[in-house]
């Protein structure tokens, strides 16, 4: 089992920065692949990014390619998303997923969720 616990969310201005990070706990997440995903009110819930399990491979969906990095700490069992050039419509609830093998960017298929942590980039 492992319990994920998402931080950093918050209000900023178009063109700023954030990092959320996704704090694991049960299992190391060093054995699982980890996704980010967002979910903007009304939309569908989107692919942002991904780290594979061995942290060598990371994935990022189209609309925030170059602007986001997705990085892990495996001593503090943390994985980060450090967002950059935010645009308005980054504006969602981010979660942070685990699975065990490979990235995916079908939420489904991830086993473990955080609870979200909220996004609003002002105009």
């Known amino acids: 089992q492992v319990q994920l616990v998402e931080s950093g969310g918050g209000l900023v201005q178009a063109g700023g920065s954030l990092r959320l990070s996704c704090a694991a706990s049960?299992?190391?997440?060093?054995?699982?692949?980890v996704g980010w995903f967002r979910q903007a009110p009304g939309k569908e819930r989107e692919f942002v990014a991904g780290?594979?399990?061995?942290?060598?491979?990371?994935y990022y969906g189209d609309s925030v390619k170059g602007r986001f990095t997705i990085s892990r700490d495996n001593a503090k069992n943390t994985v980060y998303l450090q967002m950059n050039s935010l645009k308005p419509e980054d504006t969602a609830v981010y979660y942070c997923?685990?699975?065990?093998?490979?990235?995916?960017?079908?939420?489904?298929?991830?086993?473990?969720w955080g609870q979200g942590t909220q996004v609003t980039v002002s105009s």
């Open positions: 049960g299992r190391r997440d060093s054995n699982y692949a």
């Open positions: 997923a685990a699975k065990r093998w490979g990235v995916t960017t079908t939420s489904t298929q991830y086993n473990y």
């Open positions: 780290l594979s399990l061995s942290g060598s491979n990371t």
